[in-house]
Antibody, heavy 120, light 111 residues
Framework: QITLKESGPTLVKPTQTLTLTCTFS??????????VGWIRQPPGKALEWLAL???????RYSPSLKSRLTITKDTSKNQVVLTMTNMDPVDTATYYC????????????WGQGTLVTVSS | QSVLTQPPSASGTPGQRVTISCSGS????????VYWYQQLPGTAPKLLIY???QRPSGVPDRFSGSKSGTSASLAISGLRSEDEADYYC????????????FGGGTKLTVL
């Protein structure tokens, strides 16, 4: 079965760079169509899409956050890494990674999420 | 402010039928599939409806989705207490370089 799990720091300071890793199993990012993306949710607020990477290294980013985001994949390790620069307290949120089965489809399997707090 | 518009709240009594709307535009709902997610308190979102009206295996047929033009709806019939959750719609948006948009979420309360 497909599982995903997010890992990374729980606390970062303002202006620092956040690096999150999504480690998955049950599928391969070398399979045609497959993708892994990141979505976040500030406490008590709505879901917000961040980035998505496909098996062919096609990358998509949220237009409002594109300048701060980088998404990469390591197919051999079954991992996807998201970096977000210049963190601010408003970036405090639960960050989820999730699987998509083909281009222009959306998330069918989600990780449990990891809470990242931005504070000095 | 979310690109897709949902009512912030909805409610119903057990056994009732409730609908949640999701309004968008020609660049998102009007030209792409709509997905619906259920988020129970303290948990990750779960896929409820994909490609406008398809249910993943394991999702009860009490949940149904529909789409017309630039709007979509999620209907829940035979409302149960365990349906109390937040519900989100989502779709691709073909403006700019294509990106994903979510609704602001609807908090469903079972009275």
């Amino acid at each position: 079965q497909i599982t995903l799990k997010e890992s990374g720091p729980t606390l970062v300071k303002p202006t620092q760079t956040l690096t999150l890793t999504c480690t998955f199993s049950g599928f391969s990012l070398s399979t045609s169509g497959v993708g892994v993306g990141w979505i976040r949710q500030p406490p008590g607020k709505a879901l917000e899409w961040l980035a998505l990477i496909y098996w062919d290294d096609d990358k998509r980013y949220s237009p409002s956050l594109k300048s701060r985001l980088t998404i990469t994949k390591d197919t051999s390790k079954n991992q996807v890494v998201l970096t977000m620069t210049n963190m601010d307290p408003v970036d405090t949120a639960t960050y989820y990674c999730a699987h998509v089965e083909q281009k222009k489809s959306l998330w069918d399997y989600w990780g449990q999420g990891t809470l990242v707090t931005v504070s000095s | 402010q979310s690109v897709l518009t949902q009512p912030p709240s909805a409610s119903g009594t057990p056994g009732q039928r409730v609908t949640i709307s999701c309004s968008g535009s020609s660049s998102n709902i009007g030209s792409n599939y709509v997905y619906w997610y259920q988020q129970l308190p303290g948990t990750a979102p779960k896929l409820l409806i994909y490609r406008n009206n398809q249910r993943p295996s394991g999702v009860p047929d009490r949940f149904s989705g529909s789409k017309s033009g630039t709007s979509a709806s999620l209907a829940i019939s035979g409302l149960r207490s365990e349906d109390e959750a937040d519900y989100y719609c989502a779709a691709w948006d073909d403006s700019l370089s294509a990106y994903v948009v979510f609704g602001g979420g609807t908090k469903l309360t079972v009275l």
